[in-house]
């Protein structure tokens, strides 16, 4: 999009959350990183702005993960203990905000205020546009949206054999760090330092996409994170 169309729908986006992020991030303030503890009061107090919190919905840390996800069976907003340095600088807890505490539960609670189970927990298929929309509605908050998705793409491609042949969490990894180093060697780095890189990349999204299935059994994965690919048109059969 345009820097102009960007602007314009910065600005809703700002008129819409910016108060209830003022208020999530009132105590604790604006710094350049945080705790995964900081992290949850201020998605708490987030909840709270927004009056999502009286329909049920919490924060929690979960032990043994990285990522956040907002999880309608339970009503909590989880937050990886071992979040990234990166995903707790100042920008990437907004943007987290944001994604998971008002496109997914906001639909999901506004959806319930409709009294439509459909608007509440999504209509089939609703993945695929409420993912990449909070993806960009959240990154659009301080700049013009990142390309995101690629890894997924080759992880599920590789997993579920878009190639025809479908490869189980092994197969797949040696394939997939192989590949990144290709796209990302740099003859002036050191080379075991650029390997183990590209094996911390691609088992950390191969083990998103797995997702605790058993992964000796070929293309047994969740396929869902192709919505979040928004870098170029997807091939054709790729729906």
């Not at 205020?113 to 209509?123: D, H, P």
Request: hydrophobic content about 35%.
């Amino acid at each position: 999009m345009s820097e102009e169309v960007a602007d314009y729908y910065r600005k809703i986006i700002k008129e819409a959350c910016g108060h209830a992020l003022a208020y999530a991030f009132e105590e604790i303030g604006a710094k350049d990183a945080y705790t995964v503890e900081e992290m949850r009061d201020s998605f708490d107090r987030y909840l709270d702005y927004q009056h999502f919190s009286e329909a049920g919905w919490r924060s929690e840390i979960v032990p043994n993960r990285t990522m956040c996800a907002a999880k309608q069976s339970g009503l909590v907003m989880e937050i990886g203990e071992n979040r990234p340095a990166s995903a707790l600088k100042h920008e990437a807890v907004i943007e987290s905000e944001l994604h998971e505490g008002e496109i997914h539960v906001g639909r999901h609670v506004r959806g319930r205020m409709l009294g439509s189970g459909l608007a509440e927990f999504g209509l089939p298929g609703y993945v695929a546009f409420e993912e990449p929309f909070a993806t960009v509605w959240a990154s659009l908050y301080h700049g013009m949206p990142k390309p995101k998705g690629e890894s997924y793409i080759m992880a599920i491609g590789l997993s579920a054999g878009y190639d025809g042949q479908e490869r189980d969490f092994r197969d797949s990894f040696e394939i997939m760090w192989r590949l990144g180093l290709v796209n990302s060697y740099k003859a002036d780095q050191p080379l075991d330092d650029q390997i183990s890189k590209q094996k911390k990349t691609a088992y950390t999204t191969l083990v998103r996409i797995w997702r605790g299935m058993p992964t000796d059994q070929p293309g047994c994965i969740f396929p869902k994170d192709r919505a979040y690919h928004n870098t170029r048109c997807l091939p054709q059969g790729f729906d």
